[in-house]
């Protein structure tokens, strides 16, 4: 069987084949164009006329997409209307009574600069019902639905979010009203909120349902004409997408749930990285640094690090599904170095994108990037991925138009620009290590990416990480990631009790009533019931907390009632805040599942390599910082693929393969381990 891996970048689209039967590896970079459709369509073409497999032979596509992600980014999507219950539609502007910087009277407050759903679009319907059961007191006023939709019709707003309120209990008014709106309005794109995330939290659960309505259009057309660009190929093989919460979906649950998309691309970087490091003596923290962002994430001896549903914001928005979490900063290849007008030097978060591109890729760009500077320092080769040829005189006067401002040599200036963008990813990871009582000196830093691997050792030093890996593949690695991650989908529930009056036999119905209909879900796309498992979680608090912990439930039968649940509960407390509370009451506010439905997975390929005098592919001069001073020194080039097992390669050196460049600064050793890793013991 053959799967492929497709994942979409902001310079670079990443292509990875892999035969689950000979255990063979293909793997294909080529420039993200405008039309991204198409350019998957051509680049899985190529990664199979060169591997020369049938399109026909593909059992298994993945692809991680930024669609959802820029069209929110950039604001650039649907037109939205919304219903929600009448009197509630400002609900989505209000927000909540904290202000996202308390003393700021300037601060930008997106939801309100830039609303998802404007006002003139938000209609009011009469229904209503109340908590804690759900009991209807005011019926859903259909002809005021159908007015409703008539007038968003009439203004062409191309999708609509319907958003009651404790809809959360009993999701009927939303799906009547979403029947009448369909009936209106056939081509908008449609959502609910209890279909979307049933929590409570109306601003949080209007807006990421909002966010669905806004993104949503965009993503069912793209993965239209991708599913139909692919079909054209002869792929037999239904497309996968990968999700924020570190699993993929089929294209229709995709569709269906687009704001489950936001962090797909990303994501897929944090699963090859895990997948690449498979170690478990310490911590990992994983760097991908591509041409627009460098992605960070964190895994701990508990697994990956999920995001807290109520600090889980993309683009200054609320969202509240299940995400894995991870820091993205605007430190890429691509990232534009400018100097302020105080004089102080800046890299990011702008971007030259894949076209023009940094000044070196010849394409246009005359602005300096992290990319000229390292050609400036001779940390490049000559050419890069897809054969394209770095120019160094046009990366050199890139660089030097920031001479004047900075009063340096054209080396210094783009020393300062590579040191400046490892300052910035390193204050990025002490907000995921030492900000959350972790210390970065025990993780291991797994870094890939286009640029990831010419940084990561200069990074390491600078948090004291004494290791660094490089997956066999860095420039790919999010797209190999893909192939190692399986069908998940998330289910959860509100239900709002102190934990000493649940009704444990009950609690456990609602479990398994909710698992049933995810089993179904995963039999309706081809997993059998041994390749499924759930895992029960809650979220639970102590009573009078205005947030709360997720915690798996260990004991599904509840033997002993929910004591198992609390002890986990007060131990998971004292880990995450340095304290607990055992004397308090605590409370049950959600109830979550996850189902998981096996896929084949990439498997590491052994390797053997041959001698280093073999290895050696030339010598150049390259530039590091000393004391402020900037040393020429000569560094060997090798070429990994020829690299003999577990022999050292002192630094400086360059490693070069088709995909990506790494950089053994002076003082650091590398070793090519039996799987194709890079390991680099980092000097203090």
């Not at 689209?13 to 991204?36: C, Q």
């Not at 759903?117 to 229904?127: A, D, L």
């Not at 959360?168 to 009203?177: F, I, M, N, P």
């Not at 001073?629 to 022999?647: K, M, N």
């Amino acid at each position: 069987m053959k799967t492929l891996g497709v994942d979409v970048g902001g310079t670079f689209t990443d292509f990875v084949l892999f035969d689950t039967v000979e255990g063979s590896v293909a793997i294909h970079k080529s420039s993200s164009g405008e039309d991204t459709a198409r350019t998957v369509a051509e680049g899985i073409r190529h990664v199979l006329d060169t591997a020369g497999v049938e399109a026909s032979d593909v059992g298994l596509l993945i692809h991680g997409t930024t669609v959802a992600t820029n069209a929110l980014l950039e604001f650039e999507g649907a037109k939205c209307g919304m219903l929600t219950t009448e009197g509630f539609r400002d609900v989505i502007h209000i927000g909540r009574h904290q202000r996202p910087q308390n003393y700021s009277i300037q601060q930008d407050i997106p939801w309100q600069s830039r609303p998802l759903v404007k006002r003139r679009y938000r209609i009011g319907i009469p229904e209503r019902l109340s908590p804690p059961t759900g009991d209807v007191v005011t019926p859903l006023d259909v002809d005021a639905v159908r007015a409703a939709a008539e007038h968003l019709k009439a203004r062409g707003v191309d999708a609509v979010a319907i958003c009651f309120l404790f809809s959360y209990l009993d999701g009927d008014h939303e799906r009547r009203a979403a029947e009448i709106v369909a009936t209106v309005m056939p081509d908008a794109y449609i959502c609910t909120s209890h279909e979307i995330v049933p929590q409570f939290r109306e601003f949080e659960r209007f807006t990421t349902t909002a966010i669905s309505a806004f993104v949503g259009p965009l993503v069912r057309e793209y993965i239209g004409r991708l599913d139909a660009e692919v079909r054209s190929l002869g792929v037999a093989s239904p497309l996968h997408i990968m999700q924020s919460n570190g699993g993929t979906a089929t294209a229709e649950a995709a569709i269906a749930h687009p704001v489950t998309l936001l962090l797909s691309g990303p994501v897929g970087g944090v699963m090859g990285g895990i997948w690449s490091a498979e170690r478990g003596d310490r911590h990992l923290a994983t760097l991908d640094v591509g041409g627009t962002s460098a992605d960070i994430g964190i895994v701990t001896e508990a697994g990956l690090v999920e995001a807290r549903s109520r600090d889980t914001w993309i683009a200054g928005y609320p969202v509240l599904v299940p995400m894995i979490d991870i820091k993205t900063i605007g430190a890429g290849g691509g990232s534009i170095a400018y100097v302020d007008r105080a004089g102080g030097l800046h890299v990011g978060p702008r971007s030259a994108g894949a076209f023009p591109g940094p000044a070196a890729y010849g394409r246009g760009g005359l602005e300096p990037t992290l990319t000229d500077a390292n050609v400036v320092l001779g940390r490049l080769p000559e050419a890069l991925a897809g054969g394209l040829e770095l120019d160094r005189e046009k990366a050199v006067a890139a660089v030097e138009t920031l001479v004047p401002a900075l009063s340096m040599d054209v080396r210094e200036v783009a020393a300062g620009i590579v040191r400046m963008v490892n300052e910035n990813m390193a204050a990025a990871l002490r907000t995921k290590t030492i900000q959350r009582g972790l210390d970065p000196r025990e993780f291991l830093l797994c870094a890939f990416g286009g640029a990831g691997p010419l940084q990561a050792a200069e990074l390491a030093r600078i948090l004291g990480i004494p290791e660094v890996l490089i997956p066999p593949n860095p420039g790919v690695t999010s797209a190999a990631g893909l192939l190692t991650t399986d069908l998940r989908y998330d289910i959860s529930r509100s239900y709002l009790v102190a934990l000493s009056k649940v009704d444990a036999e009950a609690v456990g119905r609602m479990y398994r009533e909710q698992e049933a209909k995810l089993q179904t879900r995963l039999a309706r796309d081809g997993c059998g019931d041994s390749a499924v498992t759930v895992e029960w979680a809650a979220d639970l608090r102590y009573q009078g907390q205005g947030y709360e912990l997720k915690v798996a439930v260990a004991d599904k039968t509840f033997e002993d009632g929910l004591q198992c649940l609390a002890r986990a509960f007060h131990e998971d407390h004292r880990r995450e805040f340095g304290h607990h509370f055992p004397e308090l009451e605590i409370e049950l506010v959600n109830l979550r599942l996850t189902a998981v439905g096996a896929l084949p997975h990439l498997r590491h390929v052994r390797v053997q390599g041959r001698t280093l005098a073999e290895a050696e592919c030339g010598r150049t001069e390259v530039g590091f910082a000393n004391d402020g001073a900037i040393d020429l020194l000569e560094t060997v080039l090798y070429e990994r693929s020829l690299l003999p097992v577990d022999a050292t390669v002192p630094g400086p050196a360059i490693i070069v393969q088709e995909d990506s460049t790494t950089l053994v600064p002076p003082g650091c050793r590398a070793r090519r381990d039996a799987v194709n890793n890079m390991l680099i013991e980092v000097s203090a």
